[in-house]
């Protein structure tokens, strides 16, 4: 077991490595003078000058990543342009409302999906399978934002259940922290539990065929049994791989989301770092959900340990 | 025990026998998709013909009237003329419902090239690493990379930083996506070089390159148009989303996105500014979207279990 | 006990409209007693798996029963509900299937998966479900039956795998025990074994077993009495020795005649023929591997030497993982061996690299095992045939027409050549890929496992072609195969091959008249119905063997 979490974290710090100088570079190598940026219209070339030698952008490409990629190990982000903060306090303060959003949508996705799915490849051809299949597709369809004033018109504007926009902080109330995230939760998941159901339904499709069902029901088990003991079981992998990969898309709705339900959190923060060219803020934070990213992916491959006894080192 | 038939044979036979356009024609989910798009492109070559006015033509006077109004507009040579807005105006005058048919262009242009420049690389770069070993790894790792950046924020962040363009917006969108159309490309080069078939022309004295292109090449057509009208559908959205956010394209150019974008503010008010784009853009995409899952039954139902 | 346990009665199952026929099974009626193995035999597409899967209330929803009935202990099957068939199944009824490495649920430990038959039809507590379930284990000869409780399907080997389903089947003590070619995915030593295994499980248990198979060696050890199915009808049905040594239906005289004999054929091949092949002391070990995982160095294939004279067959007999298919794909430079050398007319082609290699490879030409994967399914049969001279500056119409000729050879129409594969069937494709070979007039052809795949007929076909071409092209053959019959009838050397080492070597008539090694020894006392002649339209039971038979040890 141990080699194989050796293995894979091994095999991570290469790809977290070229994160770090595709992040780099991405920024660097943009046309126009992050110095004169900075210094704004009504700075005289000395000071322009002056801030490009401070930033150490007239040393060679190489040394200024080392030295960016020193501060970074030692867990300096640089300070934010726009914010007046470091960019490691504005991400810690800025975490929790992106934090909860993520968790709740994550949750509500895969309680409904993976039912949903299982049944819809269960009864492959039924009702369900193909309202399933319509729905799915119609939520890889609606954009997140469009989806989000649709649900905001219906329930907020018109029949006044919840609040329009808005983010509570969990220490200010339960419930009111709960009753901001419903909308921007439901939003947010439709694309997910669009892309767990889909990819549940195909799984369990494929292993409801496989021999080892046809041999559970030749033992005369309750259909209930066969599906979820027999066939769930084998598609574990698969889904669990998908609910990792799909955290990329999650990401990207965060940032959405946030937007049209105006939820201070860290996706709001990327918006308004790249308005305001704000580069410190804009590296830190996709190199924040870039590493979350990486973490989650390898805490899914080491999920597969449980799950298929065939792993194994 | 003979083994049976491939089922992806039955797929290549169907093709074969009756020919592609008959299996194509009689998937429901083809012709509805394949539909809708023609019938968008249509709109998009015809836009100035469907009743239209110049896209960035505006009138004060006209300001935020609701779908049906008849107001005025004033044309580019100054003069005022009496225009019915199908779809209202904005809040700076604007007609909404030219906007949006004009829109129809730059959204399918957008989902086209992105589609063709991330299949052009994502094909040479899986080709490349399924065949040159010392190449696989380093090129694997590097892919790697780019895929654990979550895609819109390398789209956010390079047409941010870079200046806004067409072109700049769809190397910025089609950049993510080529890593996906890499890994598929290579793991079916890696698969089909198994392939008895392909052993057989190795030692029938076949040279590689023409293995390349006559053996295997042929065999990933199918999955790769699939995932082109996913890439595609995938591209349009994003590119809503930029012009959503900010990031998009330039203001003056009319795009589902920006109407979007500058119409959110009086939401509360004129909903019908984010309706009107949101439902063409929807539409747009759950077209695409169901012309790729029913190619993808016909061309290639093993992908159905991939997606 | 003289209540039959099964009973079919004039079965009728329909196949979906499209189909190549209308009915999948058609009037056929038997029965199986307590203490009885009736074996169904017939080549695929004769319906026999389909009326196992009917007799367990197993079939998929487009196959119905139109017609006729199935009686287990005088119950109707075929219009019980399904809660009563999840009764009964397992309980009074059980089946095991053919791929055990498929039929085990990959995630679920093995004893987990012989205890939940017991959860679900008993009402025992768990201390006396344990003790049930090391009983039966013990029953099927599994060694250590605690580790195997514990162990997951894929850490155990294809024998082990199938007693699990075997003990998973007879655990609850069912009347009737449907087996569907469970021997058939298992190597010659195991299936020994487990055929051995549930003739002893149905003389201690006195269940009714009904066999299906394809293959007429298992029917000749097994079988009390034998039913012939061909598409859907049964043709004859009689009791073993009956049936084989007088077979009264035309197709049952065929089948057993396409069988062949496991004495080898004297053909007289001249001993000078030159040498078209020879290797010396050819090695393939695949390394040690990662950084991380040790993966000891795996020898697949270690100091083969062997020679192949024009004219005359050489065959490399062994079971899977022998190491005989690897031998095979270094002697084509499909993958570099790592050691010895290999001789084509006098020039070492081992190591030759790729550029030089490509002039010589016309030479050595291969068919494989699979015919519905060694087609591009994308060409046409013509192109595919004609890619080989093409590639050597043959022009496209001088190789269609040595394409033409070679389609005679091969006896399929000159049409084949504009159609695609997915038209013709497996022994028609395996035709194709033979012809293809050909096309490059090689000097050297090698056929890997070649006639596996195919029905007994069309094996008996695709065999008598090769031997005819090999005749009139003066060819030289390496025959790898794990069917010792089929070495036979083509053979005119021997190697026999056990992990990665050739432990005998000889012409056919000495290797199987009087082997000398153990392993030999042992492969050939496994052969099912080793004791009965075939060969011909009716088998005869053999004469006196050379050499001492010895009972197959469990593992």
New interface residues.
């Given amino acids: 077991m141990f080699?194989f979490l050796?293995?894979r974290l091994?095999a991570t710090i290469?790809?977290?490595?070229?994160?770090a100088?595709?992040?780099f570079l991405?920024?660097r190598l943009?046309?126009?003078d992050p110095a004169v940026i900075i210094a704004g219209d009504a700075a005289n070339p000395e000071q322009v000058a002056q801030i490009r030698a401070g930033l150490g952008l007239d040393r060679p490409i190489a040394v200024q990543f080392g030295i960016w990629f020193g501060k970074l190990l030692s867990g300096n982000l640089g300070e934010s342009y726009y914010f007046k903060l470091t960019v490691v306090d504005l991400i810690a303060h800025r975490i929790e409302p992106t934090l909860a959003l993520s968790v709740c949508t994550i949750v509500l996705s895969v309680l409904v999906s993976v039912p949903l799915g299982v049944l819809a490849a269960w009864r492959q051809g039924g009702w369900l399978d193909r309202a399933l299949m319509g729905f799915s597709?119609?939520g890889?369809?609606?954009?997140?934002?469009?989806l989000g004033?649709?649900l905001?018109?219906i329930f907020s504007?018109k029949l006044g259940w919840l609040p329009v926009q808005g983010y509570v902080r969990f220490a200010d109330g339960f419930w009111p922290f709960l009753r901001h995230l419903i909308l921007p939760s439901i939003t947010l998941s439709v694309i997910y539990i669009a892309l767990i159901a889909?990819?549940t339904r195909?799984?369990v499709?494929?292993t409801l065929a496989?021999?080892?069902v046809?041999?559970?029901?030749?033992?005369?088990?309750?259909e209930a049994?066969v599906v979820i003991?027999?066939a769930l079981?084998?598609a574990?992998v698969p889904i669990v791989t998908v609910i990792g990969i799909g955290i990329?898309?999650l990401?990207?709705g965060v940032?959405?989301t946030e937007?049209?339900y105006a939820i201070p959190g860290l996706g709001r923060l990327?918006?308004d770092a790249?308005?305001a060219?704000d580069f410190p803020t804009?590296q830190g934070?996709?190199l924040f959900?870039?590493f979350a990213?990486?973490l989650i992916n390898l805490l899914v491959d080491l999920s597969y340990l449980f799950?298929?006894?065939?792993i194994s080192? | 025990m003979p083994p049976t038939a491939v089922p992806a044979e039955a797929a290549v036979a169907v093709q074969i026998k009756g020919g592609l356009w008959r299996a194509l024609r009689g998937n429901w989910a083809v012709m509805m998709g394949g539909s809708v798009l023609a019938l968008l492109a249509l709109i998009a070559v015809a836009a100035p013909w469907l009743g239209t006015v110049d896209p960035t033509l505006f009138d004060p006077a006209s300001r935020d009237l609701l779908p049906g109004a008849i107001g005025e507009i004033t044309d580019l040579d100054g003069a005022t003329i009496a225009h019915k807005f199908l779809m209202g105006s904005d809040g700076f005058g604007r007609d909404i419902y030219s906007r949006v048919i004009y829109g129809t262009r730059v959204s399918l242009i957008v989902g086209a090239a992105v589609a063709l420049v991330s299949l052009l690389f994502g094909v040479s770069c899986g080709l490349a690493a399924g065949y040159i070993r010392w190449l696989d790894g380093v090129l694997m790792r590097v892919m790697d990379g780019v895929m654990a950046i979550p895609g819109i924020l390398i789209a956010i962040a390079l047409v941010a930083l870079w200046k806004a363009s067409l072109t700049t917006v769809i190397i910025a969108i089609a950049i993510p996506e080529i890593p996906r159309v890499t890994r598929l490309v290579r793991s079916l080069v890696l698969s089909i070089r198994e392939e008895p078939y392909v052993e057989a022309a190795v030692s029938l004295g076949t040279r590689t390159l023409r293995i390349m292109f006559g053996h295997i090449l042929p065999n990933t057509m199918a999955p790769l148009i699939v995932q082109g009208t996913y890439i595609c559908a995938s591209a349009i959205l994003i590119e809503a989303i930029l012009s959503f956010l900010g990031v998009g394209l330039p203001t003056d150019v009319p795009t589902w996105g920006n109407i979007m974008a500058e119409g959110r503010v009086q939401f509360n008010d004129f909903p019908h500014n984010v309706f009107f784009p949101g439902v063409f853009l929807a539409l747009t995409v759950l077209a695409i979207n169901m012309l790729g899952d029913g190619l993808r039954d016909t061309l290639d139902p093993r992908m159905s279990k991939r997606i | 006990m003289n209540q039959p346990v099964l009973e079919v009665r004039n079965l009728t199952i329909a196949l979906p409209p499209g189909g190549d026929r209308a009915r999948a099974v058609e009037g056929v009626s038997f029965s199986v007693a307590p203490h009885e193995m009736v074996c169904l035999v017939g080549e695929s597409g004769s319906g026999k798996t389909v009326i196992a899967h009917a007799a367990m209330g197993l079939l998929p929803k487009t196959l119905k029963a139109t017609a006729g009935e199935i009686r287990l202990q005088g119950e109707n099957i075929l219009g019980a509900s399904e809660q009563r068939l999840r009764e009964l199944r397992c309980t009074r009824m059980s089946m095991i299937f053919q791929e055990p490495m498929t039929a085990l649920n990959p995630v679920m430990r093995c004893g987990e998966q012989i205890d939940e038959v017991l959860r679900i039809h008993t009402v025992l507590g768990p201390q006396e479900r344990r003790a049930k379930v090391l009983d039966i284990l013990t029953q099927v000869h599994l060694p250590e039956p605690g580790r195997m409780l514990a162990s997951y399907p894929h850490q155990i080997s294809g024998g082990q795998r199938q007693r699990i389903m075997i003990a998973i089947a007879l655990v609850l003590d069912p009347v009737l025990l449907i087996a569907d070619e469970p021997t058939t995915a298992l190597d010659v030593t195991t299936q020994a074994q487990i055929l051995l295994l549930i003739k002893e499980l149905q003389r201690v248990h006195g269940t009714g077993v009904l066999f299906i198979t394809h293959d007429f060696g298992v029917v000749a050890e097994i079988a009390h009495r034998v039913a012939v199915l061909r598409t859907g009808e049964l043709v004859e049905m009689n009791a073993t020795r009956e049936l084989l040594s007088k077979p009264q239906h035309a197709y049952t005289r065929m089948l057993i005649g396409s069988v062949p004999s496991i004495t080898p054929r004297h053909r007289g091949a001249p001993a000078d023929a030159p040498v078209v092949l020879r290797t010396r002391a050819l090695a393939k070990t695949y390394a040690a591997t990662g950084w991380l995982h040790q993966r000891a160095a795996v020898h697949a294939a270690l100091e083969i030497s062997l020679e192949i004279r024009r004219g005359q067959t050489l065959g490399l007999v062994g079971e899977s993982g022998s190491g005989k298919s690897t031998v095979a794909r270094c002697i084509t430079r499909l993958i570099d061996p790592s050691a010895g050398e290999i001789l084509l007319g006098g020039e070492d082609i081992a190591t030759m690299p790729a550029g030089k290699l490509r002039q010589l490879r016309r030479h050595i030409q291969i068919v494989f095992q699979d015919p519905y994967r060694s087609l591009n399914p994308r060409r046409s049969v013509g192109d595919s045939v004609i890619e080989g001279p093409m590639n050597y500056g043959v022009s496209r119409a001088e190789a269609m027409a040595r394409a033409k000729k070679l389609m005679q050879l091969v006896r399929l129409d000159l049409n084949s050549l504009d159609r695609y594969p997915h038209q013709f069937s497996g022994g028609q494709r395996q035709r194709i890929c033979i012809a293809r070979a050909l096309a490059m007039e090689p000097e050297l052809l090698i056929a890997d496992e070649a006639v596996s795949a195919l029905d007994v007929s069309v094996q008996a076909q695709v065999l008598a072609l090769l031997d005819e071409i090999r005749d009139r092209l003066n060819l030289a053959m390496l025959f790898i195969t794990h069917d010792l019959r089929v070495a036979a009838q083509v053979c005119d050397h021997v190697a026999v091959m056990s992990q990665g080492r050739v432990v005998e070597y000889g012409p056919a008539s000495s290797v199987f008249g009087n082997p000398q090694h153990e392993y030999t020894r042992a492969l050939f006392a496994a052969a099912p119905g080793r004791l009965w002649e075939f060969g011909n339209a009716n088998a005869r039971p053999t004469p006196r063997l050379g050499f001492p038979i010895r009972a197959p040890t469990p593992i």
Avoid: C, Q, W
């Fill in positions: 080699t050796a293995r091994a290469p790809v977290l490595l070229i994160v100088v595709l992040v991405m920024l943009t046309p126009g597709v119609l890889f369809s609606v954009p997140v934002f469009v004033y649709i905001i018109y504007l889909r990819v195909a799984a499709t494929e496989e021999d080892y046809r041999t559970a029901r030749a033992k005369g088990l309750p049994r003991h027999h079981a084998n574990a990329a898309l990401i990207g940032v959405v937007t049209v990327t918006v790249v308005l060219r804009i934070v996709i959900f870039s990213y990486v799950f298929d006894p065939r080192y």
